[in-house]
Structures are given as C-alpha cells and as structure tokens.
C-alpha cells in the first residue's frame, strides 16, 4: 500500500528523530520549524518544506505536531495560514505534544466540521527512543480516525495505546506526569533535608531504596543528588508547564490536588531562580538554598 503522506512540525530533540524515524521507512515528509539548521538535516535525507501551516496541512494525509504547549499548538492550528485553513477532508491531525485537554477537544471540533480528524498522542520516553521507533504513544480519538493512523504510530512506537475519546490521551499524560514530577520533587526534598541535618545523602539512598520507597525515579534522584549527574532527560520548565496543566485541568473537573499545587508552586520558584532549564532532579539545589 502507498504510505501517507506526513506533514511535521516541531524539529525539537523528539520532533527531529520522530521524522529521521519515518525518513528511514519511507514515509515522505514535509517539516516546518524555526530551526533552519534541523530543517536542513531533513531536507538533506529528502524531506520537503512547506512556509506555513497552511501549506503543509495541504500537503499532507497526516499532520503532526510535536510543540511545547496548547497556545504554540492553537496558533499553529488557526488563523489564516493556520493549519485547519489548510486540512484536507479525510486527513488526520495528530498532536504529540503534552496539552491541555480541553484545548484538544475545541481543535477536534473545529477540524471534524471541515472533514478531518484528530488524535492526541502524547509520548513516553526519550528521543533517543524517538530515532529508533521505540516510543510509548498514549493514543486518543475516535477509532476510525486511530485506526487510520496506528499503522503509522507503530512505526513510532513500540508500545502504543488506544485509551477511548479525543483528550484522554492528553488526560493520561497528565495523571502520569503529576505522579512523576511531585515524586521527583518529593524525593529531591529528601536528599536537601539530609544535607541541611547533616545526614550523608549516599545512606539515606541505600536506606530508601531498601524498602518500598525504591523506584527508576528515585535513582534518578540520587544520580544528582549524590553523584552529581542529570539524566532524567526532562525539564524543570517542561515539568512545571505540565504541574500547571494538571491543576488547570482539575479545576475544569470541578476539583483539586494541593498535592500538585505544592509541586507547582516549587518548580516554579525554581524556574524563576534560573533553574527551568536544568533537568528536574536539579530543583535539589533549590531545595538545598531555600529560606524561610
């Protein structure tokens, strides 16, 4: 059968090897970012560019976006050049990004009532991941529209997930960042009170991590805390954006999480200290500096 054709925005360190992914198994891309540098690199394996979202829209049976939050997504989406200008009937727009799910939802109407679909697909892993097709795809939307593009989302994933209607993959993303960035800040606390009572962080980790407590995030954790070396792979900024996003989307729910707001209001103190670009085990040394 004839591959679809992709259209891809969003050459970040996930977005350039998702496309160097479908470039190696033939899919023909056309890519649009501000990095005139990673468009280049793709141009250079055969991909085409497009000048606006409107245009690739037109280009493309598949559009998809790899951005950083739901306003970069909106203003992609609309306007005159926008991609829903463009959206053939039939295509299917797929967001990889981490949004906010009602955002997702108002996008999907817009684009069903010009005969395209949509699917959120926010990821799991690293890019790393990303070049080899290996990633974890959380995937939402109407099952005909997944069914259309799960051939191709299994190019990109090793794992993928089919979790119901349009926004619960977004939903789920979020749920799963929570747990993860309130217990890296938690377990990063941890590591700063030991120091500021004087216990050795190295035993507090080897007690830990003999018990329940013991999990890939608290060893990520103590690779900085301790030995001084980030390799979560994930940003305090990004975190905090996310945290922000969960307890957005709990007030949409009607509810709250004073757990998340605690965790929010600490990355981003972190992030207004200098610290957003460091990954999130870093925010130990804000933790490790903080005053009452």
Do not use: W
């Not at 949004?99 to 890019?127: E, F, H």
């Not at 939307?141 to 089919?162: D, I, R």
């Not at 030995?227 to 900024?237: E, R």
């Amino acid at each position: 059968m004839t591959k679809p054709t992709i259209g891809f925005i969003g050459l970040g360190l996930m977005g350039a090897n998702m496309v160097e992914n479908l470039q190696n198994r033939g899919y023909q891309v056309t890519v649009l970012d501000q990095k005139k540098a990673s468009v280049s690199v793709c141009v250079a394996r055969g991909a085409n560019v497009a000048a606006t979202p409107k245009e690739l829209a037109a280009a493309s049976d598949i559009v998809m976006l790899c951005l950083t939050t739901s306003a970069v997504v909106e203003s992609l989406v609309y306007g005159e050049t926008g991609i829903l200008a463009g959206i053939k009937a039939g295509a299917v727009l797929v967001d990889f990004g981490t949004s906010i799910p009602a955002s997702t939802k108002k996008i999907g109407a817009d684009l069903a009532a010009k005969g395209a679909g949509m699917i959120d697909a926010p990821l799991g892993r690293t890019p790393a991941h990303a070049k080899d097709g290996l990633l974890n795809i959380m995937a939402a939307g109407e099952q005909a529209t997944f069914e259309k593009v799960k051939p191709v989302l299994q190019h990109q994933g090793e794992n993928v997930f089919y979790l119901g209607a349009l926004g619960a993959g977004h939903t789920t993303k979020l749920i799963n960042n929570f747990m993860g960035m309130t217990t890296v800040c938690a377990m990063s606390q941890a590591f700063a009170v030991a120091d500021l009572a004087g216990v050795d962080r190295q035993q507090l980790f080897d007690i830990m991590s003999a018990g329940p407590s013991n999990s890939p995030f608290m060893q990520f954790c103590k690779n900085y805390a301790v030995d001084g070396v980030s390799d979560l792979g994930f940003s305090i900024a990004n975190a905090n954006k996310d945290l922000g996003y969960f307890v957005k989307m709990l007030e949409e729910l009607g509810t709250e999480s004073r757990i998340a707001e605690g965790a929010s209001t600490n990355l981003q103190a972190a992030v207004d200290a200098g610290l957003g670009d460091g990954n999130v085990p870093e925010i130990f040394d804000y933790f490790r500096q903080l005053e009452k």
